[in-house]
């Protein structure tokens, strides 16, 4: 009686063990990562892997590309991880999306490209990262005027200089008429200017309304620029004279 006893006490005790190698994770199999995550009442779904990528929390993103989960999908506000990631200032987010191939070619909710976005945050560690990551994917540089157009907007010479060594063009006229160069001088930016002057921009160009940098200069009232663009043989238009009477 008693060996039967110890027997079945054994078979229990294997039986329970096997439950329990069944039950445990294996990061190979998504589906059993899937099944892990439904036991933790993880919803296997777009919006919380971009909520896991907003908050840095590399250990869940991993559980859910182990899971077979597609990196770059949006969540329901149209933004990926990426996006939300670049936007937050989340570097470490960033360095671990693109090991795991995320994209940077890619567009936030408000249909911005990401490095148009983190252009106008000002957040340059971002910008460099982004740029890195565009490359690396074979973007052609000329996807970089807009964000071009908004460092000059911003008067940011740090990130003109890199993007001008990703070859962003600087000459590009933006849908409004204005080139760079008029921008950095309707903000009163003069190293932003000076920069794209020592690049080659055109210092007589105009605008789409037909003024020239000079013009801009003059009317806005800023005689250090107006002083160095001089210096660099700009000039103003006759229609400046006329409709400044």
Known sequence: MMKKKIFGMCALSLLLA????????????????????????????????????????????????????EIDAAADNGNNAVAIAANKGNIMSLNYLFAHGAKAD??????????DNAVMMGNKEVV?????????????????SSAVLIAAKR?????????????????VRGPDGYLPIHWTVKSGNFDAMVFLINKGADVNAKCGQGYSVLDWATNEGYPRLIKELKKHGAKNTPKYFKDSK
């Open 18 to 69: 096997m439950t329990a190698c069944d039950d445990k994770m294996d990061p190979n199999n998504p589906q059993s990562v899937r099944k892990e995550l439904t036991k933790r009442k993880i919803p296997f779904t777009p919006n919380q892997f971009v909520s896991y990528a907003a908050n840095g929390d590399t250990a869940k993103m991993t559980l859910f590309l182990q899971a077979s989960f």
């Open 128 to 144: 460099t990262i982004l740029l890195e990551q565009l490359k690396k994917e074979g973007a052609d540089p000329a996807g970089l």
């Open 106 to 115: 890619v567009r936030n909710s408000n249909g911005e490209s990401v490095v």
């Open 155 to 171: 008067g940011n010479v740090d990130v003109l200089e890199m993007l001008a060594d990703a070859g962003a063009p600087l000459d």
